[in-house]
């Protein structure tokens, strides 16, 4: 069974940068694809960037334009760049099988962007 270790995150200024990584003790290529999720304080753990094996990605509106999710299979991990850092991103991160987390939830990683 695949298990993840989400890291990267911190506090950060609105408008600045954090680049969140996930390290799979498996091999992820045997999963079509990947995704990056977050939690926010009282909601609902939303998708927030996907990656397909082939390379097709797909972003929520809210991330459109400021993240990149990336992907190293011979390494087994997984990236998250994060620009433009709005107050609203402030969540834990983690990352998971999209579109349906197939592997246990790791820890996750918590951004905070606050001035």
């Known amino acids: 069974q695949v298990r993840v270790v989400e890291s990267g995150g911190g506090l950060v200024q609105p408008g600045g940068s954090l680049r969140l990584s996930c390290a799979a003790s498996?091999?992820?290529?045997?999963?079509?694809?990947v995704g990056w999720y977050r939690q926010a304080p009282g909601e609902e753990r939303e998708g927030v960037a996907s990656?397909?094996?082939?390379?097709?990605?797909n972003y929520s509106d809210s991330v459109k334009g400021r993240f990149t999710i990336s992907r190293d299979d011979p390494k087994n991990m997984v990236y998250l760049q994060m620009n433009s850092l709005e107050p609203e991103d402030t969540a834990v991160y983690y990352c998971?099988?999209?579109?349906?987390?197939?592997?246990?939830w790791g820890q996750g990683t918590q951004v905070t962007v606050s001035s």
């Open positions: 990656l397909t094996r082939g390379g097709i990605t």
């Open positions: 498996g091999r992820i290529s045997a999963f079509g694809g």
């Open positions: 998971n099988t999209h579109p349906v987390g197939l592997w246990p």
